[in-house]
């Protein structure tokens, strides 16, 4: 008991000096607990504590980098791309990801240090050292891009949500929902509430778990062919 009472406090540290480390206006610090597997819940006690780790939620459109984006994408086998011409994921133009970007209403991406997320405080430790140096707020330039998510607008009356995708490593921990709910939380503060999103089939309880539904009108989305019968 004495040495889980050592490892949260510890954590207590740890999160009061990353946020004191960190004044951007643009980027909000959130706090992610880590995957657990079923064999290493049962043996938790044996094991070190796994601390939460910091993740940075940025809504400015400058810390993309459309080429690390691009690569977040073929990491996660996601296609910008409704009718593919090829099997598999088409690699994204960069030169339209970069517009698609400046067009955006609203952007948001997630930086981390992908050291943190293994990191771990040993029971057995009485002092309050950790196995990776958290105390460096994580850097849009330097650390890496792990999800991402945006919406477009006509700023009046609709919004759609698109693209939203988060490192295979990191699925799972809530990061995704987080990504989501800022889109919809900045869409609503400009008084747009008529919010769609354009989703997979397997995507649905996703969205689902995120407040969406479907609408009064049952609609199902369409997309234009580029041929016509």
């Given at each position: 008991?004495?040495?889980?009472?050592?490892?949260?406090?510890?954590?207590?540290?740890?999160e009061?000096?990353v946020?004191?480390g960190?004044?951007?206006?643009?980027?909000?610090?959130?706090?992610?607990?880590?995957?657990?597997s079923?064999?290493?819940?049962?043996?938790?006690?044996?094991?070190?504590?796994?601390?939460?780790?910091?993740i940075?939620?940025?809504t400015?459109?400058?810390?993309?980098?459309?080429?690390?984006?691009?690569?977040?994408?073929?990491?996660?086998?996601?296609?910008?791309?409704?009718?593919?011409?090829?099997?598999?994921?088409?690699?994204?133009?960069?030169?339209?990801?970069?517009i698609?970007?400046?067009?955006?209403?609203?952007?948001?991406?997630?930086?981390?240090?992908?050291?943190h997320?293994?990191?771990?405080?040993?029971?057995?430790?009485?002092?309050?050292?950790?196995?990776?140096?958290?105390?460096t707020?994580?850097?849009?330039?330097?650390?890496?891009?792990?999800?991402?998510?945006?919406a477009?607008?006509?700023?009046?009356?609709?919004?759609?949500?698109?693209d939203?995708?988060?490192?295979?490593?990191?699925?799972?921990?809530?990061i995704?929902?987080m990504?989501?709910?800022k889109i919809?939380?900045?869409?609503t503060?400009r008084?747009?509430?008529?919010?769609?999103?354009?989703?997979?089939?397997?995507?649905?309880?996703?969205?689902?778990a995120?407040?969406f539904?479907?609408?009064?009108?049952?609609?199902?989305?369409?997309?234009?062919?580029?041929?016509?019968?």
């Amino acid at each position: 008991m004495a040495a889980m009472g050592v490892a949260a406090q510890t954590q207590l540290q740890l999160e009061k000096r990353v946020s004191e480390g960190f004044s951007s206006k643009s980027m909000e610090l959130k706090w992610v607990s880590p995957r657990i597997s079923k064999s290493s819940h049962l043996e938790k006690t044996k094991k070190p504590l796994r601390p939460l780790f910091p993740i940075y939620i940025s809504t400015d459109p400058l810390h993309v980098d459309p080429h690390r984006l691009r690569d977040l994408f073929a990491d996660c086998n996601y296609s910008t791309q409704r009718f593919p011409t090829r099997p598999g994921p088409e690699p994204v133009d960069i030169h339209k990801l970069r517009i698609a970007l400046s067009h955006s209403a609203v952007v948001v991406s997630v930086f981390c240090n992908l050291r943190h997320v293994n990191a771990v405080v040993p029971y057995h430790d009485n002092s309050s050292s950790l196995v990776a140096d958290f105390f460096t707020p994580v850097s849009p330039s330097r650390d890496q891009l792990v999800g991402f998510g945006r919406a477009v607008s006509d700023y009046g009356l609709t919004a759609s949500i698109y693209d939203v995708v988060v490192s295979p490593s990191l699925q799972r921990m809530g990061i995704g929902q987080m990504i989501v709910k800022k889109i919809a939380r900045l869409l609503t503060n400009r008084d747009i509430y008529d919010i769609a999103a354009l989703c997979s089939e397997n995507e649905r309880l996703f969205f689902k778990a995120c407040g969406f539904g479907d609408d009064i009108l049952h609609s199902t989305t369409m997309m234009y062919r580029r041929t016509v019968p």
